[in-house]
């Protein structure tokens, strides 16, 4: 049975939204935040990956959603973390993801998919515990989006405020990443 047109114009619009956010926050940030600029650079390709591809189910697509969440969540908070001052809990993240990133093909999709909502727990926990002591209110509300896109990707239902939960998911994800570019903007100029 074919997908109702809706449910395809839903599905292109949050890859869409995501898309645009994470290339401009990528383009925004490059000059300042390399790590940060290549991470939102990992969504942006991911989100066009699945837009050029349909219906965003082949394994190229899920591939790269894989490399989007274990090394492009973490670079988004190893620059986080750096830009703080805490450099071991960066190295400890980025390091992390890259290990999940090689030991990927040995998982099985179950381990993939928890070792994913692992990956995007942590960064959200400790970006929203970076942005609380350094009082970044976008921080916290970057920490606070994808905290809940993680949450809401693991519930049963299948729709989520009359859209598919993947799209909800991705509307969020959105949100929470142009929380987090600003974040990165509002902590480099408290630096300067």
Known sequence: MAPKPWVEWSMALSHLAL??????AALS???????AAAGFLLQALAAATTLASGQGTDEDCLTGAWVAT?????????DFHWVNGDRSSANLLLGGGMVLA??????GAEGRSVAGQAVVLVV?????????FTTNTYGM???LMLGAAGLLSRL?????????KEDVCRWVLAAGSWAYHRALHT??????
């Open 19 to 24: 898309g645009v956010v994470s290339l401009h």
């Open 29 to 35: 940030t490059a000059q300042a935040s390399r790590g």
């Open 70 to 78: 274990v090394i492009g969540l973490p670079l988004l908070a190893f």
């Open 102 to 107: 090689v030991a990927g093909d040995h998982l």
């Open 124 to 132: 959200a926990v400790t970006i929203l515990i970076v942005a609380v």
């Open 141 to 143: 509300w970057g920490g």
């Open 156 to 164: 049963e239902q299948d729709r989520l405020l009359l859209m598919p």
């Open 187 to 192: 902590q480099r100029l408290q630096w300067e």
